[in-house]
């Protein structure tokens, strides 16, 4: 049995239930027990605070977690990083009042910072060789500034709303961050087996991801021009239909090419467009 630690609220936990489900992982999210067991995969989950992830992995009370890259850095606990899984996208930022004339970093010299993520900001600091005096605050950073309690912030942003909401603005990206599995060293071989099993079927769904299944009619005096526009995995599949001057082609486009392919087909006789979502693909 394979135990997996998760954010036990908030957005890291649901884009993480959501692939566990993608996979065909069954996994009640009831918050009102801290494990609970898949109906269908040799997986539990443990579900804590997602500063308690890094540490649970690395000792071996979990073997494998899904935790924020910028709690993963900030913990700075000996585990591997599995995989990267492209989801709870966002940035530790540096943000100050609107009003102030942001010369570069070196206005933070001498200055307060309020954050919860010190050990990352100290080590900021000190590349650039500023010394500032850093305030560690848990909760709601953001309104540090309005209160008097520091010059300015370091602390998570995604949308950016909540900065703007508090009459501040982002002077500097320290690190990007996204989700990460994250594993323990000293994993047994029979977990590491049910591990690659489920990084597998974790593939599959990141591989579908914003890809379409497309099914056209085309006039096969057409077939190699049409052929030439369609980026398929390999080639796409030809099929003949009954009327000898047509076939149908099958074919995987992504999603953000979609419609500037769909168009030069049409463009070039194809009919009968038809597109699918696609949930898995193995490749």
Not at 141 to 165: H, K, M, Q, R
């Amino acid at each position: 049995m394979l135990r997996i630690a998760v954010q036990s609220k908030g957005r890291l936990f649901e884009d993480t239930m959501n692939l566990l489900s993608e996979a065909d992982i069954k996994v009640s999210a009831s918050k009102r027990t801290l494990l609970v067991q898949s109906t269908n995969f040799p997986l539990e989950v443990l579900y804590l605070r997602d500063d308690d992830i890094p540490q649970s992995v690395a000792s071996g009370v979990a073997d494998i977690g899904v935790v924020g890259e910028n709690e993963f850095v900030e913990r700075g606990e000996d585990a591997d990083i599995i995989s990267r899984l492209g989801f709870s996208k966002c940035r530790l930022s540096l943000a100050i009042p609107k009003e102030i004339n942001y010369q570069g970093v070196h206005w933070f010299e001498g200055k307060k910072i309020a954050t919860s993520y010190p050990n990352i900001l100290h080590k900021y600091m000190q590349e650039k060789g500023i010394h500032a005096k850093v305030h560690v605050i848990t909760g709601s950073v953001e309104i540090s500034p309005g209160i008097g309690l520091a010059d300015g912030i370091f602390d998570i942003v995604s949308s950016g709303s909540t900065l703007v909401s508090n009459n501040l603005h982002e002077v500097e990206v320290v690190m990007q961050s996204e989700a990460l599995l994250i594993g323990n060293k000293q994993m047994s071989e029979e977990k590491q087996k049910i591990l690659e099993q489920m990084l597998f079927r974790f593939k599959a769904v990141k591989d579908a991801e914003d890809k379409k299944y497309v099914r056209m009619n085309a006039p096969k005096a057409r077939l190699e021009e049409i052929i030439s526009v369609l980026p398929g995995l390999k080639s796409p599949t030809i099929i003949p239909l009954a009327d000898s001057e047509w076939c149908s082609v099958h074919t995987v486009l992504d999603e953000h090419r979609f419609w500037e392919i769909i168009g030069k087909l049409k463009e070039m006789g194809a009919q009968g467009i038809l597109v699918t979502p696609i949930e898995k693909m193995i490749i």
